[in-house]
C-alpha cells in the first residue's frame, strides 16, 4: 500500500467515525431537549402551590419518560454495542441528568432512593455493560448527587409553603445518603468534586431545620399530625 492509499483509507476510518459521531449527537440533542420538559414539570413543586400536586406531576413525567425510552431505543442503533464507551462522553451528560430526574420522581413518589435497576428500567437501558447500552455505575451516583441538591433547595421552599415537616424527612434522607457516600471510595475526580458539594446540601437542610426547631414550627407541625 503506498502512503497516498493509506492516507486515503485512514480518511475513510475517520469520516465514517465523524458520520457516528453526528447521528449520535442529533440523537442526544433530542434527549436533551426531553430532560428540559421534564424538568420544566418537576420544577413547578418548588412553588408553594406546587405540592399539592406531586402525584400528577410526577405521572406527566413517567409519560415523558416513556418517550426517554424511545429515543434511547434509537440511540442504540447509532454505534456498535462493542464501542459504547468510545462515544460515552456524548451522551454522559444527558443520562446523569435523566438518571437525577427518574430519582427525583421516585422520591416525591415514595421518600426513598431509586436503585440503578430502577434507573433503567424507568430510561430503557441495561445494568450489565455485557447486555449493550447500560448506565454506566459513575453515571448513576453523579445523578443522584444532582438530586440531593435539588432536595435542598426543595427543604427551604417547603418552609414556605408551610410544609414543616417535609425538610425533616429530606434531612434524615440526605443524612443516609451521606453516608452511603461516605462508604464509598471515590476515584472520579468530577464525580468526587460533586460529592464534596454534597456537604454543603447536607449543611444547608441542617441550617432549615435548625431554624424550624428554633421557632417551634416543626413539632407544632408533628402535633397537628397526631390530632
Known sequence: MSVTEMFSYIQGFLSADQDIREDIRKVVQVLEQTAREIL???????????????????????????????????????????????????????????????????????????????VTNILGTEVDREKGFHLDIEDYLAGILIMASELSRLAVNSVTAGDYGRPLRISNFINELDSGFRLL????????????????????IEEVVYDLSIRGLAKEQEAEGDK
Request: aromatic share 14%; glycine share 2%; charged share 30%.
Open 40 to 118: 420544566t414539570v418537576l420544577q413547578s413543586v418548588h412553588q408553594p402551590t406546587g405540592f399539592k400536586d406531586i402525584p400528577s406531576k410526577c405521572l406527566k413525567a413517567r409519560e415523558l419518560f416513556c418517550t426517554v425510552q424511545a429515543q434511547i431505543a434509537d440511540l442504540k442503533t447509532k454505534f456498535p454495542v462493542e464501542q459504547y464507551y468510545r462515544f460515552h462522553e456524548h451522551w454522559r451528560f444527558v443520562l446523569q441528568r435523566l438518571t437525577f430526574l427518574a430519582a427525583f420522581v421516585v422520591y416525591l413518589e415514595s421518600e426513598s432512593l431509586v436503585t440503578r435497576e430502577e
Open 185 to 204: 471510595n471515590l476515584k472520579n475526580d468530577p464525580l468526587r468534586k460533586r460529592y464534596d458539594g454534597l456537604k454543603y446540601d447536607v449543611k444547608k
